[in-house]
T-cell receptor
Framework: EPEVTQTPSHQVTQMGQEVILRCVPISNHLYFYWYRQILGQKVEFLVS????????KSEIFDDQFSVERPDGSNFTLKIRSTKLEDSAMYFCASMVEGPYEQYFGPGTRLTVT | DQQVKQNSPSLSVQEGRISILNCDYT??????FLWYKKYPAEGPTFLISISSIKDKNEDGRFTVFLNKSAKHLSLHIVPSQPGDSAVYFC???????????FGAGTILRVKS
C-alpha cells in the first residue's frame, strides 16, 4: 500500500541553524501539506501546496519557512533560522484531490537546542 | 482556535462494546470531516470520512454520523477491540487548499 515517507525521523539542531525536512508523498497525489504538533498541543496546519505553488498558509508560516517540490517526488519544508519554539513533530501529508482524505507520514521530530 | 472541539479527553470501554467519540464544530464552511487514529510518535492514520452533504458513512466496524444542524459528528466503533486503543482526532476540511483543522483528540482505552 502506498504511503507517505519522511526523513529524517529525528533532527536535532541549534537555534539559528537552517533545517530541511523531507517528504515523499504518495505518487499520484496532487495536494501536499505540512502540519506540526507541539508536545501536548493540537495538530496544526502550516501550509498547503498545489500545482507548484502555495495555496494557503497559516500565521505560523512566516518568512522563516519555505516549501519546495524540487522534482516529481520530493516535497521539502525549510526553516531558515530555527527558534526554540520550532521544536515539534512535523508531519507531511498528501491528498489525491480535494476535498478528500489526507494521508500523513510518520513525522519528523525536530528538537531545537 | 476552537473551531473543532473534542470535549472528552478520554474514554474507557469494555472490549466488545460500542465506543462513541464525539466532536463539535463551529465553522459552517467545513465541507469534509475525517477521523484519524494516532499512536505516540507516529503520524495520524486515516480511519473514515464524511462529506458535508451526507449524514452517515460506514466502513466495517466504524461509522461516522454527521448532524449539520447541531454542528456535531460522532464516530461509532462496534465492537470495540483492545487494538483500537489510541488517540482519536476529529478533523475538518476548509478552504481552497483543503487544510485540515484538528480537534484536541480523545484517548480511547478498550479494556479486555
Amino acid at each position: 500500500e502506498p504511503e507517505v515517507t519522511q526523513t529524517p525521523s529525528h533532527q536535532v539542531t541549534q537555534m539559528g541553524q537552517e533545517v530541511i525536512l523531507r517528504c515523499v508523498p504518495i505518487s499520484n497525489h496532487l495536494y501536499f501539506y505540512w502540519y506540526r504538533q507541539i508536545l501536548g498541543q493540537k495538530v496544526e496546519f502550516l501550509v498547503s501546496f498545489y500545482n507548484n505553488e502555495i495555496s494557503e498558509k497559516s500565521e505560523i508560516f512566516d518568512d522563516q519557512f519555505s516549501v519546495e517540490r524540487p522534482d516529481g517526488s520530493n516535497f521539502t519544508l525549510k526553516i531558515r533560522s530555527t527558534k526554540l519554539e520550532d521544536s515539534a513533530m512535523y508531519f507531511c501529508a498528501s491528498m489525491v484531490e480535494g476535498p478528500y482524505e489526507q494521508y500523513f507520514g510518520p513525522g519528523t521530530r525536530l528538537t531545537v537546542t | 482556535d476552537q473551531q473543532v472541539k473534542q470535549n472528552s479527553p478520554s474514554l474507557s470501554v469494555q472490549e466488545g462494546r460500542i465506543s462513541i467519540l464525539n466532536c463539535d464544530y463551529t465553522n459552517s464552511m467545513f465541507d469534509y470531516f475525517l477521523w484519524y487514529k494516532k499512536y505516540p510518535a507516529e503520524g495520524p492514520t486515516f480511519l473514515i470520512s464524511i462529506s458535508s452533504i451526507k449524514d452517515k458513512n460506514e466502513d466495517g466496524r466504524f461509522t461516522v454520523f454527521l448532524n449539520k444542524s447541531a454542528k456535531h459528528l460522532s464516530l461509532h466503533i462496534v465492537p470495540s477491540q483492545p487494538g483500537d486503543s489510541a488517540v482519536y482526532f476529529c478533523a475538518a476540511s476548509v478552504g481552497y487548499g483543503n487544510k485540515l483543522v484538528f480537534g484536541a483528540g480523545t484517548i480511547l482505552r478498550v479494556k479486555s
